[in-house]
C-alpha cells in the first residue's frame, strides 16, 4: 500500500485549463480509505490598486457515488448552451467589434479625451 498518496493526499492525476484571468485545476486526489475522488479548483487573478496581485480560489470536491449524475447534469447543460446559442464565444465577437468601433472613435476624438476599459466577464 502506498502510504504517500494516503497520507499526503498528492494528485494521482492533473490537468490544468488556463482561460485569461482563471485557471481551472483538474486533480484526481485519493481518500484516507483508498479511493479516488476529484477536485476541480478555480483560481481567479486579481489586482491590487499597488499593481501587486493576489488569486481567489474556489474548490469543488465530486466522489465517484456523484460521478454520473454530475457528469449527466453537466453534458445536458453544455449541450443547452450550444443548442441554443451555437458554439461561437459571443462576448469575444463583442469584444472585437467595440474595439474596432474603439478605434474609429478614438481617430476622431482629442487626445485628451479618456475612457474606462469594463471587463463584463467580471459581473
Same mark, same amino acid.
Given at each position: 500500500?502506498?502510504?504517500?498518496?494516503?497520507?499526503?493526499?498528492?494528485?494521482?492525476?492533473?490537468?490544468?485549463?488556463?482561460? %485569461?484571468?482563471?485557471t481551472?485545476?483538474f486533480?484526481?486526489? #485519493? *481518500?484516507?480509505? %483508498?479511493?479516488?475522488?476529484?477536485?476541480?479548483?478555480?483560481?481567479?487573478?486579481? *489586482?491590487?490598486?499597488? %499593481?501587486?496581485?493576489?488569486?481567489?480560489?474556489?474548490?469543488?470536491?465530486?466522489?465517484?457515488?456523484?460521478?454520473?449524475?454530475f457528469?449527466?447534469?453537466?453534458?445536458?447543460?453544455?449541450?443547452?448552451?450550444?443548442?441554443?446559442? %451555437?458554439?461561437?464565444?459571443?462576448?469575444?465577437?463583442?469584444?472585437?467589434?467595440?474595439? *474596432? #468601433?474603439?478605434?474609429?472613435?478614438?481617430?476622431?476624438?482629442?487626445?485628451?479625451s479618456s475612457?474606462?476599459?469594463?471587463?463584463?466577464d467580471?459581473?
Amino acid at each position: 500500500m502506498n502510504q504517500q498518496f494516503t497520507s499526503n493526499k498528492e494528485e494521482i492525476y492533473s490537468k490544468v485549463m488556463r482561460a %485569461g484571468r482563471r485557471t481551472y485545476f483538474f486533480d484526481v486526489r #485519493e *481518500t484516507k480509505a %483508498g479511493d479516488y475522488y476529484l477536485t476541480i479548483t478555480e483560481s481567479k487573478k486579481f *489586482t491590487n490598486d499597488d %499593481g501587486s496581485f493576489h488569486y481567489k480560489k474556489h474548490k469543488i470536491y465530486l466522489y465517484k457515488e456523484d460521478f454520473v449524475e454530475f457528469k449527466e447534469h453537466l453534458v445536458d447543460m453544455i449541450d443547452y448552451v450550444i443548442d441554443a446559442k %451555437g458554439d461561437e464565444v459571443i462576448s469575444e465577437r463583442h469584444q472585437k467589434d467595440y474595439s *474596432t #468601433e474603439d478605434n474609429d472613435e478614438h481617430e476622431h476624438s482629442s487626445p485628451s479625451s479618456s475612457f474606462t476599459d469594463v471587463n463584463f466577464d467580471d459581473i
